[in-house]
């Protein structure tokens, strides 16, 4: 990922994740490059069940993720059993597994913060997102210049997605949350 500001917007469905990769692709950004998506393998599982795919005797429903992630050299599969198995393509599946490698990380949740943290996301804000994903929610980060990051605004903050924030790091290297837009609820990671 290329750049000091961090676009994430957050997603309910699927079809509204490829939509939104479909759009970046066509306007140049280049998805192994720029673009990561994460998010819950099965759906969100309030009861028991645990990650087996399995809630009571139902079998729950398998997000469709191999749809879009397909368009993404990098795909993996992280098991956690704080949020459930995380499907992460893109550059921040590197991230994720270059920390867990150095042993700088205390599992698959600090990995993810970690690579979070480096994509410019504040930590105020990354608890928000960890939830969101665990709820079933799927987020797009997209890293790059500040002008690559307002197209990628003008590109998905169309009203089909939960919420579009910004995060823009300042001189110190601290990060700033700023939100862009969001569907008809409140943000769930602003600053």
């Known amino acids: 990922m290329t750049g000091k500001n961090c676009l994430a917007a957050l997603f309910a469905t ?26 819950r393998l099965y759906e969100a599982d309030t009861g028991s069940g645990g990650e087996s795919g399995r809630q009571g005797d139902e079998k729950r429903t398998r997000q469709p993720h191999q749809r879009y992630c397909r368009k993404f050299e990098d795909f993996a599969l992280f098991p956690n059993t704080t949020i459930g198995r995380v499907a992460v393509c893109g550059p921040m599946m590197g991230a994720m597994l270059d920390t867990l490698r150095s042993d700088e990380a205390d599992g698959v949740l600090a990995a993810l913060e ?8 504040p930590e105020h804000s990354m608890r928000g997102y960890e939830d969101a994903i665990a709820r079933g929610h799927i ?29 823009v790091r300042q001189g110190t290297g601290a990060a700033q949350g700023i939100r862009a837009g969001t569907r008809g609820q409140e943000p769930l990671a602003t600053g």
């Open 14 to 39: 699927s079809a509204e994740v490829e939509e939104a990769l479909q759009k970046l692709e066509r306007a140049g950004f280049d998805l192994d490059a720029a673009v990561s998506v994460l998010g």
């Open 114 to 121: 970690s690579a979070l943290a480096a994509a410019g996301v």
């Open 139 to 167: 987020l797009i980060l997209v890293k790059g210049s500040a002008r690559e990051v307002e197209q990628g605004v003008e590109l998905l903050a169309t009203g089909s997605e939960i919420e579009v924030a910004v995060h």
